[in-house]
């Protein structure tokens, strides 16, 4: 019954989206307020329905019934429990529901928080958050659908694919998605503004704390995945620029694009189109990433096994999109007029070349994430892209961006004189030079190439350029604003980071080796033993575990860890899974994991030194803190009405 | 500078900024793309010497071989009508398994045998690699 009542559940979703969508658009356009007035109910009632129907397929899961095709495939009465409702969205039908039920919480939230916009604008963003949300409810229904029997039923199932076992796992995909699906409010505020044909401060200060909040639920949702194959995949590594990391990648650049262009449309009532482009480019590459993840069409170190059928559908839906945002923005983009005008040097100026190549440095990684897939689709080969092509091309696109970040706040709007510019950054120079040189001596001169050096530059630059920052503005009279010390934390997040990746890159040391019992390995100057080794039965696996101690010195006098690295051998799908060790450290993780079992007490086990690897999660967070904080800019919530004079376009 | 300088300025930085992303792209392409070969076309000398490329197909049964180190692996992948032996001296993926499907990716040796800095395993047990099947499909036409 369960399954059937979200099944239905999800029919009357579908309905009502398409209602919403076209209730709440065509109102708007004949200014009816009746119809307009439908909008919020209509926005709550898919989400009610889309609330149930969730509950429905994780009470399906937690009851392991396996009449239920999904809870089959997906989970096994072994499976612990945390697992069994996580496992909801371990799958492609059911994260797809997870997709669908996060564009409608949008939705609500758009309509709670909307009462001081006028109407219509209102009713147009919710009609177009209600057209996307039919279409993802028809992919479900058509395509992909949850709730589909499996008659006769199974005994058992097959259990949650291992590797999504993990607390990583848990809160990951919901963090991704909801970012990737809160660029649909800025994709909707946009195309709300090109129908009602106003774009003004206003509407650029409507749109920026959603589309604060979707970047800072994609940086997180990242930086969780990241984390998550770092500790899971079992060898070190953090990123590998996958098709399937990429597709999240691409709507962040776009969507950190989009914020600053936000900022210059509030501020200068600048780049109103190019803003526009954005919001649609980020929402377009959202999209593209769901595609490419669920579709099955890239080869990946993430590609579960998916149908490739149902791409075509998410294709038709990314291209409907695009297309109709497009021809919308083609018909209407005259209207929208231009901003401010600006010096050559101003802040606006810097803000559009960090805009421009963070676009480039987004198209530069979306070739090399579709150009397999073309080759391919046209018959011409086989052949894939790698991190060399990635590293080659994005770091020399992305770097200016960085250098020109920090100078950006010194600058002023709309004009500004080199002589006073130069006034304050010679000394954030001399600062970045003598810190990049202090970094260097700590890591040992010799082991500092010159890629490494480059972006211990990079880090220093934007750290010194932070200092200098922070000093100015603490000295200058009034009160800081919120927005200002977000975006000083992210971008001082972005130092941190960078140092992070620059050290674990240059400085991170790896060691495979066979190891018996009582034998001792070297590295980076730890000392690792093999202690001895266990066999233990978990709840739905049986295991291996290893002691293995670690020392700070060859004659193992200080001890500094003992780490206890797993291989596991999961039952339902016999599959071996990796569980390292780490010890994790300020300066530096030590890493552990176990390779194949040889014989009796003798393992291949893999050694990793990851130094600084912890600063590139902090800089993370501290990005994610900076949007944070930025959200809760006080401006935010007197948004008011905007005066008749400046509302008389819509 | 009067506006219509500075606009076309902007655009000239512009194009020239695309042009030196268009010559990045381009030139990354052309060092770092990985193309893909069957054993059979490897047994016939037309994949590249001295460039990295990706190799699918099965693992041969029975042909895993472990070095006395314990780390270096010696194993061949098939199409089931040729075979490329390979060595690889890292820890293994969990998913690496003797008849199953698998991707390797690096250099040709001199003697014939394949040195691969990579194997790529599949985070689902049902899951054949693409390419790998590929391989398969692409030999077992040839034989009929």
């Given amino acids: ?650 | 500078m009067n506006p219509r300088k500075k606009r076309l300025l902007l655009i000239a930085c512009a194009v020239a900024l695309l042009a030196g992303a268009l010559a990045l792209v381009l030139a990354a392409f052309r060092d770092n793309i990985v193309f893909f070969h069957t054993p059979t076309e490897v047994a016939e000398g037309r994949a590249p010497q001295g460039r990295t490329f990706r190799i699918g197909g099965m693992v041969e049964a029975g042909s895993v071989r472990r070095d006395a180190d314990g780390v270096t692996v010696y194993f061949a992948i098939t199409d089931m009508a040729h075979k490329v032996p390979v060595r690889y001296q890292r820890a293994l993926p969990d998913l690496f398994k003797e008849g199953k499907g698998a991707v390797v990716q690096g250099k040709l040796g001199e003697d014939g045998v394949f040195l691969a800095s990579e194997v790529l395993a599949k985070h689902d047990e049902n899951y054949m690699p693409p390419e790998a099947q590929h391989a398969l499909d692409a030999a077992r036409t040839l034989q009929e």
């Fill in chain 1, 1 to 650: 019954m369960t399954l059937e009542l979200g099944h239905f559940a999800l029919i009357v979703a579908l309905l009502v989206c398409c209602v919403q969508a076209v209730l709440a658009l065509v109102g708007a356009q004949r200014a009816h307020a009746g119809m307009m007035a439908t909008a919020r109910p209509a926005s709550w009632a898919q989400f009610g329905c889309l609330v149930l129907a969730w509950c429905c397929l994780t009470w399906a899961f937690v009851q392991s019934d396996f009449s239920s095709l999904l809870v089959a495939q997906h989970s096994s009465s072994q499976t612990p429990l945390i697992y069994r409702i996580t496992g909801v969205w371990g799958n492609h039908e059911g994260s797809l529901l997870l997709w669908s039920l996060s564009l409608s919480g949008w939705t609500v939230a758009v309509a709670l928080f909307s009462r001081r916009l006028p109407q219509a604008f209102t009713a147009r963003v919710l009609g177009v958050l209600g057209a996307i949300n039919a279409g993802f409810l028809a992919f479900l229904l058509f395509t992909s659908n949850p709730f589909l029997r499996l008659l006769p039923p199974a005994l058992e199932g097959h259990d949650l694919n291992p590797l999504l076992q993990d607390p990583g796992m848990i809160i990951h995909p919901p963090l991704l998605y909801m970012g990737y699906v809160g660029f649909s409010v800025a994709f909707a505020f946009a195309l709300a503004a090109l129908l009602a044909g106003r774009f003004d401060a206003a509407w650029a200060r409507w749109s920026r704390p959603w589309t604060l909040v979707a970047w800072l639920f994609l940086t997180a949702g990242i930086a969780v995945g990241s984390g998550w194959a770092y500790y899971e995949l079992g060898w070190g590594g953090w990123w590998f620029w996958d098709p399937v990391e990429n597709a999240s990648f691409m709507p962040w650049l776009l969507g950190t694009a989009l914020l600053h262009s936000l900022a210059v449309t509030e501020k200068r009532g600048a780049f109103r189109s190019w803003t526009v482009l954005l919001a649609i480019g980020a929402f377009s590459l959202s999209l593209l990433g769901t595609f490419l993840v669920r579709s099955g069409v890239v080869t990946s170190v993430h590609a579960f096994a998916s149908d490739p059928s149902r791409g075509l559908f998410i294709l038709g839906l990314l291209v409907a999109v695009i297309g109709v945002s497009l021809t919308v923005f083609a018909l209407r983009a005259g209207s929208l007029g231009g901003g401010g005008r600006f010096a050559l040097l101003s802040r606006d100026t810097s803000l559009l070349i960090n805009n421009v190549l963070l676009a480039v440095a987004t198209s530069a990684v979306l070739l090399g994430t579709l150009y397999p897939l073309f080759i391919d689709a046209l018959g011409m080969g086989k052949l894939s892209v790698g991190p060399p092509y990635f590293e080659a091309v994005f770091v020399p696109l992305i770097a200016p961006v960085m250098v020109l970040m920090v100078i950006g706040p010194f600058v002023r709007w709309k004009s500004d004189t080199a002589r006073r510019l130069l006034r304050t950054l010679w000394l954030v120079v001399l600062g970045a030079l003598v810190l990049a040189g202090v970094l260097a001596a700590c890591m040992g001169m010799d082991n500092v190439s010159p890629a490494a050096f480059g972006g211990l530059l990079l880090a220093a630059w934007i750290a010194s350029a932070s200092a200098q920052l922070l000093w100015q503005r603490l000295r200058a009279p009034g009160r800081i604003a919120a927005g200002w010390w977000g975006m000083w934390l992210a971008h001082f997040g972005l130092a941190v980071f960078i140092l992070g990746v620059t050290v674990v890159k240059s400085g991170g040391q790896d060691l495979d080796m066979r190891m018996r019992v009582g034998q001792q390995a070297e590295l980076a100057g730890y000392t690792f033993v093999l202690l001895d080794e266990k066999p233990y039965r978990g709840p739905n696996y049986t295991a291996f575990t290893a002691r293995i101690a670690v020392y700070l010195d060859d004659q193992r006098q200080h001890l500094l860890a003992e780490l206890v690295p797993e291989k596991r051998i999961y039952h339902a799908r016999q599959m071996p899974m990796t569980e390292a060790a780490i010890d994790i450290g300020i300066l530096r993780d030590v890493y552990v994991s176990l390779g194949e079992r040889l014989e009796d007490g003798e393992w291949v086990v893999s050694l990793h030194y990851r130094p600084l690897i912890s600063w590139l999660w902090a800089g993370c967070a501290l990005m994610g803190l900076g949007a944070l904080v930025a959200v809760l800019d006080r401006r935010y919530r007197r948004q008011r009405s905007p005066s008749p004079q400046t509302g008389a376009a819509a």
